[in-house]
Nanobody, 123 residues
Framework: VQLQAFGGGLVLAGGSLRLSCAAS????????MGWFRQAPGEEREFVAA????????RYADSVKGRFTISRDRASGTVYLQLSSLKPEDTAVYYC?????????????????WGRGTEVTVSS
């Protein structure tokens, strides 16, 4: 399975972006999907996750109320809507497919990772 995240860019603080993640195969349809991010010099951290049918979502406390994860099972695409962006949201964002169907929050639950897309928020 290959994953590709796109939609990043440069945005002013308070602005919005929509990230998308496309899978090369439909095998991710029954898998939980997640978004993680990694800022320069930092560890990769959990951002958001969604279970196989979109019924359960989970968010890091730092993004709760500002970011929204969703998925279109028909196309195999997962989205991350970023709103009210802050400079501390600046990072490379990665999408990942989990081993199971749940909305997992820890990195070890994910088997497949895509190339990241860079988000830069200027103040």
């Amino acid at each position: 399975v290959q994953l590709q995240a796109f939609g990043g860019g440069l945005v002013l603080a308070g602005g919005s972006l929509r990230l998308s993640c496309a899978a090369s195969r439909r095998t991710t349809t029954n898998n939980g999907m997640g978004w993680f991010r990694q800022a320069p010099g930092e560890e990769r951290e959990f951002v958001a996750a969604i279970d196989w049918n979109g019924g359960t979502t989970r968010y890091a406390d730092s993004v709760k109320g500002r970011f929204t994860i969703s998925r279109d099972r028909a196309s195999g695409t997962v989205y991350l809507q970023l709103s009210s962006l802050k400079p501390e949201d600046t990072a490379v964002y990665y999408c990942a497919a989990a081993r199971g169907a749940a909305a997992a929050t820890f990195r070890t639950a994910y088997d497949y990772w895509g190339r990241g897309t860079e988000v830069t928020v200027s103040s």
